[in-house]
């Protein structure tokens, strides 16, 4: 019998948040540095934490951990959270992902090790039983072949796939539940396209939900068929606007755990990123469900 509500699949890594005050500097520039905080990075691993932190039960799997103080630190925070990560041992003389990340009230700028792993292929291979024994898989695209078995997988066991930042002629769309493509990754792969021409393009490559997400604007979501609908985020002061895009995805994860409609999962999401944003380190402090339900319900009114 599975104890997880959630299979998490994806990046994970050891991180270092460093907040500055003002605006990231010009080359040769300078920046005073307001705050460090050890913590976690990777998708997934952002997505579990606040899945955790809404009462969700989480089993995480991804890539490798080093038996040194950076994986130690990591699945200690993460075991901290009672994140299931049993699936993620540390590997002796192994030095797992590792990232910085520089942070002013409106961006983020990483710095990381992410190009050896993907080169490398240095991840576990998923587990079948971890994802037919869930009720909602959370999933990571980057590592393409693992990721697309997961969705194969959990689609033929008819367990949702919430997924992210993938292109439209990606595989994995065709057995996913919901996807969530953000502002960074349209601008990076499609910047010459219309949106409504991309959006529709998505919503064609899969039978699942699409939302487009812009920062503080208009979140665009709609499913094949349909109208393309609109929800405006909370206005809000951002403290730290890391991992603003992994709480989306979680509150997309949650809606589907509680069987939601669309509107609901799309509003509550962006109410979660919002005040995810508005705290530092966000991922790791933040908001339970009664907080988020609240906010969400005040914007509503």
């Known amino acids: 019998m599975s104890n997880h509500e959630v299979y998490s699949y994806g990046v994970v890594s050891s991180s270092t948040l460093y907040r500055i005050h003002g605006r990231f500097p010009q080359v040769q520039g300078y920046a005073e540095i307001e705050d460090v905080h050890f913590m976690t990075g990777g998708e997934a691993t952002n997505s579990s934490i606040v899945l955790s932190r809404l009462g969700a039960s989480v089993k995480l799997d991804g890539n490798w951990l080093g038996a040194e103080p950076g994986g130690e630190r990591t699945k200690a925070i993460l075991s901290g959270y009672g994140i299931d990560t049993s ?22 700028t990483i710095f990381g090790t992410y190009g050896r792993l993907l080169e490398n292929a240095e991840w576990n291979e998923p587990i079948a039983e971890d994802i037919v024994g869930a009720a909602v898989v959370c999933l990571d695209p980057f ?3 693992p990721a697309t078995r997961v969705a ?5 066991a008819r367990v949702p796939v919430v997924t992210v930042d993938c292109k439209t002629d990606a595989e994995l769309l065709r057995h996913t539940s919901a996807v969530v493509i953000a502002e960074s990754f349209i601008n990076e792969h499609y910047p010459d396209r219309e949106l409504e021409d991309l959006i529709r393009e ?8 699409v939302v487009f997400t812009f920062g503080d604007a208009p979140v665009w979501y709609g499913r094949k068929g349909d109208a393309i609908r609109f929800v405006e985020p909370p206005t809000i ?3 730290d606007t890391t991992g603003g895009g992994d709480a ?9 755990l509680q069987g939601w409609d669309d509107e609901r999962i799309v509003r509550f999401s962006a ?9 530092f380190p966000g991922v790791l402090d933040s908001p339970g469900l009664s907080e988020v339900v609240t906010l969400m319900d005040a914007e509503a009114s």
């Open 237 to 239: 002061n951002p403290v």
């Open 143 to 145: 590592f393409a072949e």
């Open 248 to 256: 989306f995805r979680a509150g997309v994860v949650f809606g589907f």
């Open 152 to 156: 194969k997988i959990a689609f033929d």
């Open 202 to 209: 998505y919503e064609a490559a899969t039978d699942g939900l």
């Open 271 to 279: 109410s979660l990123a919002a005040l995810v944003c508005t705290r």
């Open 87 to 108: 699936r993620l041992p540390l590997k002796e003389d192994y030095v797992g992902v590792q990232e910085m990340v520089v942070a002013d009230a409106d961006s983020r």
